[in-house]
């Protein structure tokens, strides 16, 4: 199959915005947000009179500077920013230091974007935690900040949105009092990822795969992301979200809206996001009677790795020795519309499993007669796989014929990799800051779409709530109980990545 390389430098160009971080300290602007910003300024994304403008406090401009330059050495090694180019970059920076709770901070930065001749447009990334949005959108909103008179103003917030319903609700209340819900943008970063906005494109560019994408033709679909890694050092994060909330209600739900909604009239955002809506309308609700038999909830035990033993999930630093928090977590859903009446869709995520991979798995009906039935080795069904990552790309799996004087079957695998180095394979924040300079917002979760989600797990929350144990799992296995009948009924049954 010819390699389908996507090249990552092709985009709108950005007019100069200011780029305000709150929580410019943290983890994720030195991880994320600053090598995201230097690559796009390298492909010409990024306006080179724009300003990253860092809002935080304790700390000098200097030492700031020296913690974001020494995060591009750890985490973005592949950028190799040398000491000269470092300094012509840091001359962008501007920092306002204060407490998110003090007006002052906000005057502060006020004066700061007056002081830029021309730069009108802003766009505030809140790196912080979820507590700090409202007063984030309060202070902006008190100086003028959130004002798009003279340019735009995008206020731009991480996951978790909410922890239930209810505070999902709230949340999406406070903030559309400050601002229009068109200038909150919910990054999901799942859906800047290349493989899951492919999805869209191999959907809706080609016409081989539409007559296939039904309950015709489909026996099941998986979206699977599951991780090698532990919780690291984010227990007292995880350990109220649990791989439910982490995972299923946000990244791997999105995917399944793009696997199954309807084409949109147009591809714009509120197009695309109205489609999506409606297949999370046409979820089945959750019957509290059914939740055991469609749920999988469990916990990494101990276990060890060629060269490493690993912790069980109670031993990590911060986690209660008692909890039954879920590391591991699968439901399966049904959507009650034409298109897919009858087709689970089984999503599953889970840490220190053998190895990191996420993937989309649509598995065909098999033939409806098997003429090959007598062969050692029978046809198994056929699946559509795209690979999210590692290793973006697209398989197909067949049978074939072995090649000599027999007829017995073998697996052919087509594979399509986006790009046969990886290089070409823009990282998701790239991608996703850009959209937000560009202002297109068909990759972010709207307000309603992250309700319609937290109401349809409402009801497996609360069985969830009050349990007393939880099933557990060895550390670099699959041997997770209550996958195999989860996938009862399933053409070929479950899909472990390898
Ligand atoms: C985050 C979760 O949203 O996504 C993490 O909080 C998870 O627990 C991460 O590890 C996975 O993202 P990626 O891009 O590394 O697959």
């Given at each position: 199959?010819?390699?389908?390389a ?75 920013m ?76 991480e996951?978790?949105f ?28 799942y859906?800047g990822?290349?493989s ?61 809206t ?25 979820v ?39 909890s ?9 859903f ?67 014929k ?20 990886g ?49 557990r ?26």
């Open positions: 199959m010819e390699n389908v996507i090249k990552a430098c092709i985009g709108e160009p950005t007019e100069p915005t200011n780029i305000v971080i709150f929580g410019a300290g943290g983890d994720l602007t030195r991880r994320k947000l600053i090598p995201a910003l230097v690559k796009m300024l390298r492909c010409g994304l990024l306006h080179p009179k724009s300003k990253i403008i860092g809002v935080l406090k304790d700390r000098s401009k200097e030492i700031w500077l020296d913690s974001l330059h020494q995060g591009m050495l750890d985490f973005a090694p592949e950028i190799e040398h000491e000269e180019q470092w300094q012509e970059f840091s001359a962008m920076f501007k920092m306002v230091s204060g407490d998110l709770q003090e007006e002052k901070t906000y005057t502060d930065l006020a004066a700061s974007l007056e002081s830029l001749d021309g730069h009108v447009n802003a766009m505030f990334y809140c790196a912080v935690p979820p507590r700090w949005y409202t007063t984030i959108a309060a202070g902006l909103h008190n100086v003028g900040l959130a004002n798009e008179n003279a340019g735009f103003r995008r206020v731009v917030i996951k978790p909410g922890m239930d319903l209810e505070s999902a609700r709230q949340l999406n209340q406070e903030l559309q009092e400050l601002l229009d819900e068109s200038q909150i943008y919910r990054i999901d970063h859906l990822k290349e899951v906005q492919n999805l869209l494109v191999y959907r809706f560019a080609n016409s081989i795969l539409e007559p296939l994408w039904n309950r015709n033709f489909i026996d099941h679909i998986q979206i699977s992301a599951a991780e090698s890694n532990g919780i690291e050092y984010r227990a007292n994060y995880y350990e109220k979200s649990g791989a439910l909330r982490d995972m299923i209600q946000n990244h791997l739900m999105q995917v399944m793009l696997v199954a909604m309807e084409p949109p009239v147009e591809f714009t955002a509120d197009a695309v996001r109205s489609e999506k809506i409606k297949v999370l309308r046409a089945r609700p959750f019957k509290t009677e059914e939740i055991k038999q469609q749920t999988v909830a469990a916990q990494y035990g101990a276990g060890n790795t060629e060269d490493e033993t690993l912790k069980a999930y109670v031993s990590e630093d911060g986690v209660s020795p008692d039954v928090t879920e590391t591991f977590s699968a439901v399966r049904h959507i009650d519309n034409w298109r897919w009446q009858g087709v689970p869709f089984i999503l599953w995520t889970g840490k220190r499993l053998p190895q990191r991979v996420s993937e989309i798995v649509i598995r065909f009906r098999n033939p409806p007669f098997n003429l090959f039935d007598t062969h050692a080795n029978p046809p198994s069904a056929n699946s559509l796989v795209f690979r999210v990552h590692p290793d973006e790309g697209i398989e197909l799996r067949m049978n074939a072995m090649p000599g004087l027999t007829t017995d079957i073998q697996r052919m695998v087509m594979r399509a990799p986006y790009s046969e180095n290089e070409d394979v823009s990282d998701a924040y790239e991608v996703l800051l850009h959209d937000v300079l560009t202002g297109d917002a068909t990759l972010f979760s709207r307000a309603d779409e992250v309700e319609e989600s937290w109401s349809i797990l409402e009801p497996v929350l609360t069985a969830w709530k009050d349990r007393i144990s939880v099933e799992y060895r550390s670099g296995t699959w041997d997770v109980p209550g996958m195999d009948t989860l996938f009862e009924g399933c053409v070929s049954g479950w899909h472990k990545p390898g």
